[in-house]
């Protein structure tokens, strides 16, 4: 089979080098030999570490696509339009396999390319998109395909994998870890695509598409990132038996699907809670099956590599199937509600003068709103003063969102408390051993 | 596709209630119907939970294999010879395709069966075989098939984990908490193929075949059980921060493959120990990806048809591959040494008189092998007099195993020492977070 890549970045040369360096061990698992005939990129003479001999450069990435002697174009360009869904679509077009990492790309047009493979008989394969070396989407469409699958929850962003458990093992604060996450490369100059949990969202609707046969829905989820976690909420939750990990939760609730990635409040006993770091980990719930979790590396040039070689082998052995799992023409619209009735426990972090009658008025809310206390901690008070402030942090027993916002709001109305109330789901995990 | 299942046991009748149950979400992912066309099994008219109406019932199950109407044959009797090899063997002649859960016939008949489909053209699929409902065999087949692959390891029996894992939470001794196992059903009458790690080597010979392109070996495995595991055991491991799990690994050292099944010492901070109660787990290293791990159930009967289903689905998408990953006739003979040279820390405990000079004598053993100790820890003492014995638990810096064997030689020729030394491999393992 011969292979085009577009973007030679660090994934894109990784893969151009695992090509070159181990082709006879490929070429067993391929059934064929799998032969790199042309790469385009922004700089053609850039050492890349590999050599670039016999192997054309096409200073235009859609040139791929017309090129006769390619039978499977690689996407690495990345941007959910631009030159790469040009690209794409052009190689679909005439007749190509797609290998794409581009998770931006397929969760806005993924149906729609899909379905002009499908008619095209061709296939567009995209593991490296969701979870870097996890091999989480055939998990998802081919070894679990006998389950109705009714949860999946997952890990997907390693650096606010990063930033979460550096906070948690040293005690440091948000800011702090975050510029050491950006000056070590772990994090971009502008981190926001991450830690405002969009990237983790992108990777969620394409899983959640596979699990529950609907159309990627990005727009219809519930997106919040991981800027408001302090200090103090790790410590609390720590004493409370838990880790934060930002969560991407696609689940069956009632018929309609809900759709969220948010902080949430892992008990310390669970899989999930063991994923630290860069790793990220995707945990499927279904039946007759039960729970199976993967854990791997969710980002960096061997990982993400290692997927889209598989997917170039799975395409050289014609071991291929529609991208969701089932004809990408038959995938349903996703209408998650605003609020699915879903029950669950909530952790909540005030801060209230510290004066009598403070904790009176908010559980007042609280209770006015059917929402059950569960434990609630007045952390250590402020030094003196009645003016002084202290946090609060309150442990709820199961709500629904409708109550929980309603005594929200009452609570943000009271005037004994200071700042906008911190609101983090806890996990009902059913990986917990 | 029109299915026949051999053998309606707790695997075979759930196979067959979801291919009933859910006939039309199967329909949707394997591209066309799923029909259950005939069974077999020792009793026609016992209720298995679903209607036998429309299905064909045949008291031989290699009547199955004759069949016009039957497209794919399900073997779920059990046996590495007998029936069910009669029945794999014919149905492949005949031009069908087979999914079996058998990993006794897969280990000992897995390479020439695997030739016969080939040559047949048709499929042999096994996911259910190892690690029940984790797709483990499709990981390291497909979802990792870009790699170089150093090492499988894997927890793969659950009754053992179980026994292992409730051992490490009550503080009981094996004989109790076996007893209790076979009581609840999670152990057999006869437990010895499970606590000895015989199907622990089955499954793992399974692994390392696909992993690294060798005929499976079972004859060529160090298989050690459980059944010297003692409470003292676990609770020195805790001490020195481990549990202790059944672990199969395979792995490659110095060119030549290493493949053993042993109760071992894993860090409490990797996931393999967070590992408990009947779950199974598959861990992969290789280059470029580093590691994956996947955590599931490893038996029962949802998680073996959910491994089953996935195969049929597969098998009607033609999404199929040559069981191993590549030919069967290409695989290499396993040439495993006695010693690979690979180097391991230790764990020992000795049973010793208690008087004085007793640990120098042994020190002085260890040291004349080049073992290193790490530490030492006498335990409580016996209420008085000399001649009491005391339990010594020593783990040892890293040495290859002709030196341990060696040292162990020398501590069993003391006096001093009145019980065969139990020895335990401290893990090194990459998943260590």
Redesign the interface.
Known sequence: MKIAIAGLGTVGA?TAR?LLV?AD??A????QPLELVAVSARDAAKDRGFSMAGISFEPDPTALAGREDVDCVVELIGGEDGPALALVEKSLEQGKSVVTANKALLSKHGQRLAELAEAKGVSIAG?AAVAG???CL??IR???????ISRVSGILNGTCNYILSTMEETGRDFDDVLAEAQSLGYAEADPGFDIDGIDAAHKLSLLASLAF?IAPAFDQMVISGIRSVNALDISCADNLGYVIRLLGIAERVDGSISLSVQPTLVPK?S?LA????P?NAVSVD????????????GA????T??????D???TA??????FF??DAG?LSPCHSPDDTGKQNSFYIRLTVYDRPGVLADVTAVLRDHHMSVESLIQQGRSDEGVNGSVPVVITTHEADSTSLQGAIAGIRSLDCVLEDPAVMVIADTS?D?
Chains 1, 2 share one sequence.
């Open positions: 990784e695992q181990h061990h490929l067993t698992s391929a059934g593991e070396g996890i091999p055939k998990m081919e070894g679990l395909s006998g389950n109705q046969g006993s899989q063991k994923v630290t770091g790793l279904g039946q007759p099956i039960g729970n199976v979790t993967a854990v791997g590396p960096g040039a061997g990982a590599a290692s997927a889209v070689l598989a170039i082998i799975d052995r014609g071991r291929v199937s529609p799992g089932w038959s990986d051993s």
